[in-house]
């Protein structure tokens, strides 16, 4: 009799299980498809000469760009131990962890444990009428529950997972991005400051040599002391701004070591002059930022991720169906435990509805909704920034361009003003007011050259960062 019932219910337990495969085909939960976005892109790079080529810098590798042997050793550095690179490493590896997990929701979830058993029966109960003293039970039992995926919840939450695993990847190497960017940008910025701390150390040592003509004209009776003493502020000026030259190097260097991982320490490096990005300016349609960007791949996956937690809302309104087993041992006497006779099993399948939970489902399915709908607006927003950023670099890298050859013709014009103020001044043909402003705005113009070298350098490596190199 007992072997009848359980072959029944096996017999039940297996056809609920075949009902459940059949039923799966049954989902409720939409596939994600990426929302239409023509009107994003078709005018997203503001410039008169629109790319058609699909083709993007972005493409290059870094160890390509830049080709200072100095650099690509920091930036190899960089992608090492930088800190923030490490936690992103750490957030990926987490995601990963819920992505796993995710993949397992088809599996069964299974148990087994052991248990003993002692209790004491009232005498005035049922079971102690019939029994007294004590009861003691042994038993070791094994269970089993499946769900099955009939309106598509599993599936979706495990896509929602692969997304925010997806995310977590496309964070890390946006981080990677802007390392190499600010890595390189630091870099330019130190040989920059060591340019114009050459230009200085020139300065001084020629304002040095002008006081000491200016005293000797004085003597001759050319000049004032008003002219020495003027001569004297000047030189002081260069030497004061020589002190800010260095601590400016001595600041950046810090921070290239905080970018690097490291304590702070000087670092070795080449000059302003060899430096040359020989690769073209290729933009690359505007689609490829879908591609490129790791921060608009990221807000795509927050996207889909999203997407499926209101696939798996949705999936909540409908009924459930579990299947449950359990099987094992069991006895009232330890020494019988594992003799056939102490064998069992049942399994049971269930169907269930929701009806009244407080409102948690119709709560979640609207939270589910608006999250997905920032999400949109989120993935919109960082695809037009992208595309303003690009805009701008190029901007700047074009203007940086006309700017320098503008800065170049006046440092010619007021280094000849200089020398001719001061010849004149020998001769007694000017007077030494002249002089003072040609030799001040002489290097003014040097350094403000020695910058403008430096932000096409900077222009170039934001452009590189806007179209999303720097990761691959």
């Known amino acids: 009799m007992t072997s009848i019932i359980k072959h029944r219910n096996f017999s039940k337990g297996a056809l609920l299980l075949i009902v459940a495969i059949t039923l799966q085909s049954c989902f409720v939960a939409q596939d994600y498809v990426r929302p239409e976005?023509?009107?994003?892109?078709?005018?997203?790079?503001?410039?008169?000469?629109?790319?058609t080529d699909s083709v993007s810098m972005a493409d290059v590798s870094w160890k390509n760009l830049f080709t200072d042997q100095y650099l690509q050793q920091y930036i190899e550095e960089g992608l090492q131990n930088n800190m923030d690179v490490r936690i992103a490493l750490q957030q990926m590896l987490a995601a990963e962890a819920y992505a796993k997990q995710g993949k397992s929701g088809y599996l069964p979830t299974a148990s087994i444990g052991a248990n003993a058993t002692h209790q004491e029966l009232s005498e005035n109960s049922q079971f102690g009428a019939l029994f007294s003293g004590g009861i003691d039970t042994y038993d070791i039992t094994a269970n089993l529950a499946w769900e099955a995926d009939i309106w598509g919840k599993i599936r979706s939450n495990k896509r929602a997972t692969q997304a925010g695993y997806l995310q977590s990847v496309a964070e890390h190497q946006l981080i990677k991005t802007q390392l190499v960017s600010s890595i390189a940008n630091t870099y330019y910025n130190l040989l920059a400051l060591d340019a114009?701390?050459?230009?200085?150390?020139?300065?001084?040592?020629?304002?040095?040599?002008?006081?000491?003509?200016?005293?000797?004209?004085?003597?001759?009776?050319?000049?004032?002391?008003?002219?020495?003493?003027?001569?004297?502020?000047?030189?002081?000026?260069?030497?004061a701004l020589q002190v800010d030259i260095e601590t400016a190097i001595f600041k950046t260097e810090n921070t290239l070591s905080i970018l690097l991982g490291?304590?702070?320490?000087?670092?070795?490096?080449?000059?302003?002059?060899?430096?040359?990005?020989?690769?073209?300016?290729?933009?690359?349609?505007?689609a490829t930022?879908?591609?490129?960007?790791?921060?608009?791949?990221?807000?795509?996956?927050?996207?889909?991720?999203?997407f499926e937690l209101t696939n798996v809302a949705n999936s909540s309104f409908y009924p459930s169906l579990t299947l449950s087993a359990s099987g094992?041992?069991?006895?009232?006497?330890?020494?019988?435990?594992?003799?056939?006779?102490?064998?069992?099993?049942?399994?049971?399948?269930?169907?269930?509805?929701?009806?009244?939970?407080?409102?948690?489902?119709?709560?979640?399915?609207?939270?589910?909704?608006?999250?997905?709908?920032?999400?949109?607006?989120?993935?919109?927003?960082t695809l037009l920034v992208a595309g303003n950023e690009?805009?701008?670099?190029l901007y700047s890298y074009?203007?940086?361009?006309?700017?320098?050859?503008?800065?170049?013709?006046?440092?010619?014009?007021?280094?000849?003003?200089?020398?001719?103020?001061?010849?004149?001044?020998?001769?007694?043909?000017?007077?030494?007011?002249?002089?003072?402003?040609?030799?001040?705005?002489?290097?003014?113009?040097?350094?403000?050259?020695?910058?403008?070298?430096?932000?096409?350098?900077?222009?170039?490596?934001?452009?590189?960062?806007?179209?999303g190199g720097g990761w691959k």
């Open 196 to 239: 114009q701390l050459e230009v200085t150390k020139q300065t001084i040592a020629t304002r040095e040599s002008g006081v000491n003509t200016i005293k000797a004209l004085k003597e001759a009776g050319q000049v004032t002391q008003v002219a020495v003493d003027q001569n004297i502020a000047q030189y002081n000026s260069a030497r």
């Open 390 to 393: 690009v805009s701008d670099a």
């Open 398 to 467: 074009e203007a940086e361009m006309k700017k320098y050859e503008f800065r170049k013709n006046e440092v010619e014009a007021l280094r000849t003003a200089e020398a001719n103020s001061e010849e004149l001044l020998k001769n007694g043909y000017a007077n030494y007011l002249d002089l003072l402003t040609a030799r001040q705005s002489a290097l003014s113009a040097e350094l403000n050259i020695i910058d403008s070298q430096l932000q096409q350098l900077v222009s170039i490596v934001d452009l590189y960062e806007a179209l």
């Open 289 to 306: 930022l879908l591609s490129n960007r790791p921060d608009v791949m990221a807000a795509e996956y927050g996207l889909i991720e999203s």
């Open 37 to 51: 976005l023509d009107s994003e892109t078709e005018a997203l790079y503001r410039t008169d000469n629109l790319p």
């Open 328 to 381: 094992g041992l069991q006895s009232l006497e330890l020494d019988k435990l594992f003799n056939a006779n102490s064998l069992f099993a049942t399994v049971i399948g269930g169907l269930t509805q929701p009806i009244l939970n407080n409102r948690k489902l119709k709560t979640q399915k609207e939270v589910a909704l608006a999250n997905q709908e920032a999400s949109l607006l989120n993935f919109k927003k």
């Open 262 to 286: 490291k304590s702070s320490q000087h670092f070795e490096r080449s000059s302003l002059d060899i430096q040359k990005i020989d690769e073209g300016i290729k933009l690359g349609l505007p």
